[in-house]
């Protein structure tokens, strides 16, 4: 039999139920993340790093939707409209704010879309268009043309910037204080999903001279199918922040902080 509370001065909060992938927040380490799973009594929260973080489930201490809760595993009732988006961000409901001048300029069509499916409502919270760059070994010229300034920012996401690398080297060109070009270790914008998210264990090594895409399709399986029905079946398949690596996680908010930090002076 369950004790009866005869304290009505402790606050009572709803129990929740969550399942692996519930957005939630620790209140008092405003940790926010997604649920990895249930263990006893305590809760594993994925941050958007990748980190695992674990607590003990304290009634009050976690919020599910905004709302202090009592989170349990499983499902406690329908399921609400979702406030969380799926960057991990709360989901303000408003208008789309009217475009800035300042713009994230990525490599491709995929950076473009993935984007859109993570970050969508972020961007359009903060006025942010995001834009194709039409080819990269002229950034500089690219930068010129943009004309940045204090409230013209302009955020560019290079794949494959490591050391050595062409982007790196086409990177390097580019020197403005109102400019930042960032980007990930990855060949192309698929590394950067989970693997586990396509349903391989590992995103195959392709050499160099051959097509990335089709040496992916190739060594999974998919020999013969187009990249963009697989790109497709993949962007379906994402659907948080938890699903991508951290660096790409990083870069893409990085970005989104310095086009909107719009110096005034």
């Not at 139920?17 to 380490?29: F, K, M, N, R, S």
């Not at 972020?122 to 760059?133: A, K, P, Q, T």
């Not at 391989?200 to 895409?213: F, L, N, Q, T």
């Not at 060594?219 to 991508?244: C, I, K, M, N």
């Amino acid at each position: 039999m369950q004790p009866i509370d005869l304290d009505p001065r402790r606050p009572r909060y709803p129990v929740v139920g969550a399942v692996h992938g519930t957005p939630i927040t620790h209140l008092p380490t405003r940790t926010v993340g997604v649920v990895e799973r249930f263990l006893n009594s305590q809760l594993e929260v994925k941050d958007r790093t990748g980190y695992v973080h674990t607590f003990t489930v304290v009634p009050g201490e976690f919020a599910i939707d905004g709302v202090a809760c009592h989170p349990v595993f499983g499902s406690t009732r329908s399921e609400p409209e979702r406030r969380i988006s799926a960057s991990g961000s709360i989901a303000v409901r408003h208008e789309a704010r009217v475009a800035r001048a300042s713009r994230i300029l990525v490599e491709g069509v995929h950076d473009a879309e993935l984007l859109e499916k993570i970050w969508g409502d972020d961007l359009r919270h903060e006025g942010i268009v995001v834009e194709r760059l039409d080819g990269m070994d002229d950034l500089a010229e690219v930068v010129r043309d943009f004309r940045p300034g204090p409230t013209r920012r302009l955020g560019i996401l290079l794949d494959h910037l490591v050391v050595g690398s062409k982007e790196s080297r086409v990177a390097a060109t580019v020197q403005h204080p109102h400019v930042l070009v960032t980007g990930t270790p990855y060949v192309d914008v698929w590394q950067a999903v989970r693997p586990s998210v396509a349903g391989i264990e590992a995103w195959p090594d392709v050499p160099m001279g051959e097509s990335w895409k089709e040496g992916v399709l190739a060594r999974v399986g998919r020999g013969g199918q187009h990249p963009g029905q697989f790109w497709r079946e993949l962007l379906a398949s994402v659907t948080t922040y938890a699903d991508l690596f951290p660096p790409l996680v990083g870069a893409i908010e990085q970005l989104i902080d310095f086009v909107t930090e719009i110096d005034e002076g």
